[in-house]
T-cell receptor
Framework: NAGVTQTPKFQVLKTGQSMTLQCAQD?????MSWYRQDPGMGLRLIHY???????DQGEVPNGYNVSRSTTEDFPLRLLSAAPSQTSVYFC?????????????FGQGTRLTVV | AQSVAQPEDQVNVAEGNPLTVKCTYS??????LFWYVQYPNRGLQFLLK??????LVKGSYGFEAEFNKSQTSFHLKKPSALVSDSALYFC???????????FGRGTSLIVHP
């Protein structure tokens, strides 16, 4: 199993550009989520999904879109990049059939918006 | 509602000494508690969890954590620290019926040779 795979690992965008961060998991997990990690802020939830076709907003959803057409994939779209979106982004998945399962994280995408 | 606090931004300990990384939580209901570790330029990795039962939970790499319901705490401990334990540690809490874990802000553990 590859676990949770994120691409790309690094990205530099110009203000106003759009892009998609990819996330795929091969563990058949129902729950997937996107976090951003900023110094001193810990992990903040952007969007999450409890299954294919079902998504919802987290703590900091503005400027981001998600969709979940398959169990495996959960891409995060930046519609019009802003410098405030410079951050490290993590995708996570877990088996939601039991509430006490731990999350598996991808390696992260370091995004810089100039 | 659920929340978690890690009161220390940084913990310094000498190699070979015991270490403690603190975590307190607040939930309306029974908590499910987790510790994760993040090494530089990596994603978070699961260390251990408390669901129910024995208050002392043992996890990966010699770490353990003690659940204290009266103090609403779940401190991470290790009897003898290694330099390789230096990393960022996150506590997380979920309550029954919630899909979403809440993470603490993280504590940087620095183990000095």
């Amino acid at each position: 199993n590859a676990g949770v795979t994120q691409t790309p690992k690094f990205q530099v965008l110009k203000t106003g550009q759009s892009m998609t961060l990819q996330c795929a998991q091969d563990m058949n997990h129902e729950y997937m989520s996107w976090y951003r990690q900023d110094p001193g802020m810990g992990l903040r939830l952007i969007h999450y999904s409890v299954g294919a076709g079902i998504t919802d907003q987290g703590e900091v959803p503005n400027g981001y879109n998600v969709s979940r057409s398959t169990t495996e994939d959960f891409p995060l779209r930046l519609l019009s990049a802003a410098p405030s979106q410079t951050s490290v982004y993590f995708c996570a998945s877990s088996a939601e059939s039991r509430y006490f399962t731990e999350a598996f994280f991808g390696q992260g995408t370091r995004l810089t918006v100039v | 509602a659920q929340s978690v606090a890690q009161p220390e931004d940084q913990v310094n300990v000498a190699e070979g000494n015991p270490l403690t990384v603190k975590c307190t939580y607040s939930v309306s209901g029974n908590p499910y508690l987790f510790w994760y570790v993040q090494y530089p330029n990596r994603g978070l990795q699961f260390l251990l969890k408390y669901i129910t039962g024995d208050n002392l939970v043992k996890g990966s790499y010699g770490f353990e954590a003690e659940f204290n319901k009266s103090q609403t705490s779940f401190h991470l401990k290790k009897p003898s620290a290694l330099v390789s334990d230096s990393a960022l540690y996150f506590c997380a809490v979920r309550m029954g019926g919630s899909y979403i874990p809440t993470f603490g802000r993280g504590t940087s553990l620095i183990v000095h040779p």
